[in-house]
């Protein structure tokens, strides 16, 4: 079982949708990662978090500590949405570094 | 607006040679990261330096792949000598480690380069 488990691995949504992606993990962190790839390769950090919620226009991303889970919503979703979405831990032991999720990826129809 | 920059983007190489890739971390930032990426194994942590120091080193082979940071604005990462299954993206991203708390250093979001895609045939 890998350290960090994503949700669905892939998504199809139309436009205007109301997106959620899942992440569960397994060991005590210090903090998640949501991170978005573009269907270029790019990568871009959205959001960074150890605690409730945080929101950056359309998106969402929550955690429960407790429970050891995400979830990264995207509200009204937009083809350029498109992308692939990675989840990644910094456990409390791991100094800097991030384990990663195997990634959903996200395709939103017009 | 400040963005890590990697060189080369592209790499096509034979079986056998050196590799060099090399990364310029957003001016400021203290930590720099080595990913590598593939279809099998997703996205690696291979090494990472603070202050250019290298503090993880343990997801890179080293009987072949060896990382510095000659200064702080210029990170490398050498494969030598290559081979086909060091195909991969490598991506570089650095980040700002603010102190140490309790829970682990604390830093802000680590911000990626655009990756170098090598091919070793």
């Known amino acids: 079982k890998n350290e960090v488990e994503q949700s669905p691995q892939n998504l199809t949504a139309q436009e205007g949708e109301f997106i959620t992606i899942n992440c569960s993990y397994s060991?005590?962190?210090?903090?998640l990662h949501w991170l978005q790839q573009h269907p270029g390769g790019g990568i871009v950090s959205l959001f960074m978090?150890?605690?409730g919620k945080k929101k950056h226009g359309r998106l969402i991303a929550t955690i429960n500590i407790q429970e050891k889970h995400s979830s990264l919503h995207i509200t009204a979703s937009h083809p350029r949405d498109s992308a692939v979405y990675i989840c990644?831990?910094?456990?409390?032991?791991?100094?800097?570094?991030?384990?990663f999720g195997e990634g959903t990826q996200l395709t939103v129809n017009p | 607006d400040a963005r890590v920059t990697q060189t080369p983007r592209d790499k096509v190489t034979e079986m056998g040679q050196e590799v060099t890739m090399r990364c310029q971390p957003i001016?400021?930032?203290?930590?720099v990261f080595w990913y590598r990426q593939t279809m099998m194994q997703g996205l690696e942590l291979l090494a990472y330096?603070?202050?250019?120091?290298?503090?993880?080193d343990s997801g890179m082979p080293k009987d072949r792949f060896s990382a510095e940071m000659p200064d702080a604005t210029l990170a490398t990462l050498k494969i030598q000598p290559s081979e086909p299954r060091d195909s991969a993206v490598y991506f570089c991203?650095?980040?700002?480690?603010?102190?140490?708390?309790?829970?682990?250093?604390?830093?802000?979001?680590?911000?990626f380069g655009p990756g170098t895609r090598l091919t070793v045939l």
């Open positions: 330096f603070r202050n250019r120091a290298p503090l993880d």
């Open positions: 990644a831990v910094r456990g409390e032991t791991s100094g800097s570094r991030l384990t």
């Open positions: 991203a650095s980040g700002l480690v603010l102190g140490v708390t309790s829970g682990g250093p604390a830093y802000n979001e680590q911000f």
């Open positions: 978090l150890s605690s």
């Open positions: 001016l400021g930032h203290n930590t």
């Open positions: 060991v005590g962190i210090s903090a």
